[in-house]
């Protein structure tokens, strides 16, 4: 199962493109701020979609006159669209964050040097909430798919926020 041949052709069947306009769509909505796919790997998972038969590929003329390849999704990369959907939706959702191991770890410091790792991870919290606000506002005419990722975004970070005010609390009676 992957998350960036989901990505890939989600774009593609919205509408042909070649794996440098993949590229810049993935950079333009930063799908690497909400998901776990980086534009590094845009090339060589459309060539291997197009060599598992999900893709096809028609060379044409670019904007400076170089022909390029254009992909199209097949019958069967449709079939592997659904699938994947399907997927993702039937899995088990898992939250993992990276923070968690120094939670874990916090019991092995003084208290003072774990009340300023928590206090920084506090305000990293609310740093990467505004991000997300700001991000947000730049595309004012977001379709609502996106908007609702931004959304689900500021509920995690309020909900992180809340949590970790309680551990704090916890953490200092303790």
Do not use: C
């Not at 509408?15 to 980086?38: C, G, M, N, T």
């Not at 206090?119 to 990467?128: A, E």
């Not at 606000?133 to 689900?152: C, N, V």
């Amino acid at each position: 199962m992957s998350a960036i041949d989901l990505a890939i052709l989600g774009m593609i069947i919205e509408q042909p493109r070649s794996a440098y306009e993949l590229q810049k769509d993935v950079q333009y909505h930063q799908f690497s701020r909400w998901s776990k796919i980086a534009t590094p790997t845009i090339y060589q998972n459309v060539h291997r979609l197009e060599n598992k038969g999900y893709l096809q590929s028609e060379q044409l003329l670019g904007e400076k006159g170089v022909e390029r390849p254009v992909y199209s999704i097949t019958d069967q990369g449709r079939g592997y669209f659904m699938q994947l959907m399907t997927q993702y939706v039937e899995q088990q959702i898992a939250f993992l964050f990276d923070f968690n191991i120094v939670i874990t770890n916090l019991d092995k410091i003084s208290q003072t040097d774990a009340r300023l790792l928590l206090n920084k991870l506090q305000q990293n919290i609310i740093n990467s909430a505004d991000m997300n606000k700001k991000t947000a506002a730049e595309y004012p005419d977001i379709p609502m798919a996106g908007l609702a990722i931004f959304q689900q975004q500021q509920q995690l970070y309020k909900s992180l926020l809340v949590w970790l005010t309680q551990f704090i609390t916890d953490f200092e009676v303790e």
